[in-house]
């Protein structure tokens, strides 16, 4: 959504790097680019004017005159600033002290408010609530039976006493604001803690409508009005906002379509000019894309800085615990890493949700922006059918997979034997690389990164020592390799006594229930 505005300022700052200190001259450069690049994007202009008047009264200011980098001292300037344009801090659902607490949705016909309706009740299910759509809607055709479809893929119920209309030739006959008090008290009688109202959709200018939304939150008093705006109407989002805000005196902001390719720009501005903040962010067509929206994170997605805290919330929800721990219990026992391994962190990845999306949240993900457009989301697929035509001792051994095997796979999974060849050669510096991080040696191209400490590293306070140079004669140097190897695999004594008295011939290995593989660290 952002990129233009991205790229602006981005090129923008470079023109900076380097400079030890920055005249007025340059300042006035800058904020002029700044300016323009705003504007470009579709932001308000008494909020670009209030911007970059803050930005050049601070970038002249003695906080970028005394910085060691003025330039990175500008970037923090308008990071901060832009935070504040969006809202300031992360503001969340306030909750009614006496349950249920009503949410009422409301914005332009087109704005998604029936699809947000279903993110935003699947999205309070996973915080641990037990929320209820109300379908109030009954002006538009089906917006009744889309709701019950969004509310059954999100395994919440939907309360429908009126079923609405079915074309744009039906007159609408239900009464929305008998509905949205029926939902209510459907609620309390089921004990539900969350009421989601659904309401029609509403041009600006039409009063009658207007006064439809105004009667439905006078009659059902809701804690929270969020006003869904499509992020992607441009300079009238300022005007739409205004006027919902005088009608229905909306309490947060919902944008939609972020992931559209339109400036945008004008989201930024609805938060300035009516006071209210974002809350929600609608980013994909899946009931799974919907996000709380933090000022601070957007700011930095914007000025290419990413998104990383997003992208950990991400993964720490998606991410299988049960399969993390068999994946350290691997580590712990050295054992090697296959492609069953593989295929099962693939997809581990594939439950984040795109790819595309989260390799744009890493910073500096605009200069790679190009490459990740021609990505394509199936590869994981391709890699998937390939692994899975292996057969279950080849996954384990890839080794044995010669020519004759890479064309049987390559038929198996309709691909190339290319793309064979090319996913043994990247699981090979995968295997490498897994191996080397459990024996202690750190990410392979990473000098001074120690190893995981609970996986085989050196410990702390002690050296490593330095391997002996083997010798350049070729029958010398197999000699010392043999005698090193039999060293290593020579049995251990084992103590004659213990603490209780138990010697050595009273011990059995399989008695301890050790882990799978460490029997080869014993003598027995």
Request: glycine content about 10%.
């Amino acid at each position: 959504m952002f990129n233009s505005l991205s790229d602006r300022l981005t090129a923008t700052f470079k023109n900076l790097r380097g400079k030890g200190r920055l005249s007025e001259a340059d300042v006035d450069a800058t904020v002029r680019e700044i300016r323009r690049a705003l504007l470009d994007a579709d932001v308000a202009v008494p909020v670009v004017r209030a911007f970059t008047a803050k930005v050049r009264e601070r970038a002249l200011g003695s906080e970028v005159n005394e910085a060691l980098n003025p330039a990175q001292q500008i970037v923090k300037i308008v990071n901060e600033e832009l935070v504040a344009i969006l809202g300031g801090e992360t503001r969340r659902i306030n909750l009614a002290k006496n349950p249920p607490t009503v949410i009422m949705l409301a914005g332009l016909q087109g704005a998604g408010k029936t699809t947000l309706a279903g993110k935003l009740s699947k999205w309070l299910k996973g915080q641990g609530h037990s929320p209820l759509l109300v379908a109030a809607d009954l002006q538009r055709p089906n917006a009744v039976k889309q709701l019950q479809v969004n509310g059954e893929r999100a395994g919440v119920p939907v309360f429908a006493p009126h079923p609405g209309v079915s074309s744009e030739f039906e007159s609408a006959t239900g009464d929305p604001v008998a509905v949205a008090m029926a939902g209510l008290a459907e609620a309390k009688s089921k004990l539900h803690d969350v009421v989601i109202v659904d309401t029609a959709g509403r041009l600006g200018i039409d009063a009658e409508l207007m006064k439809q939304a105004a009667d439905i939150r006078a009659a059902i008093n809701p804690d929270e009005v969020l006003f869904v705006i499509d992020a992607m109407i441009g300079q009238d989002a300022v005007n739409t906002a205004q006027a919902f805000n005088e009608g229905v005196n909306f309490t947060g902001v919902v944008l939609t379509k972020l992931d559209g390719d339109a400036r945008g720009g004008a989201a930024l501005s609805v938060a300035s000019v009516t006071g209210k903040p974002v809350m929600f962010a609608s980013t994909g067509e899946s009931l799974d894309d919907f996000e709380l929206f933090h000022p601070d994170r957007m700011a930095s997605r914007i000025l290419d800085m990413g998104d990383v805290l997003t992208l950990i919330e991400q993964a720490e929800k998606n991410w299988d615990k049960d399969e993390a721990e068999r994946m350290a219990r691997k580590f712990a026992d050295r054992e090697d890493f296959t492609l069953d391994d593989f295929l099962s962190q693939m997809q581990q990845i594939r439950k984040m949700g795109s790819m595309k999306k989260m390799l744009m949240m890493m910073p500096g993900a605009a200069n790679m922006r190009q490459q990740l457009e021609n990505f394509d989301e199936r590869e994981i697929d391709r890699v998937e059918a390939i692994v899975r035509s292996m057969t279950p001792h080849e996954r384990v051994a890839p080794k044995i997979i010669n020519g004759s095997r890479r064309a049987r796979i390559a038929k198996g999974s309709g691909v190339h034997v290319s793309e064979v060849n090319g996913l043994l050669e990247r699981f090979g510096q995968a295997q490498k690389m897994m191996k080397k991080m459990a024996q202690g040696g750190g990410i392979p191209g990473m000098p001074g990164m120690p190893g995981p400490g609970g996986f085989g590293g050196a410990r702390k306070g002690k050296q490593v020592a330095k391997k002996k140079a083997r010798s350049g004669n070729p029958a010398k140097a197999a000699a010392e390799l043999k005698a090193a190897q039999e060293k290593a695999n020579a049995p251990k004594a084992l103590p004659t006594g213990a603490s209780f008295g138990a010697g050595a011939e009273d011990f059995d290995p399989s008695s301890l229930n050790l882990p799978k593989g460490f029997d080869k660290f014993l003598g027995k």
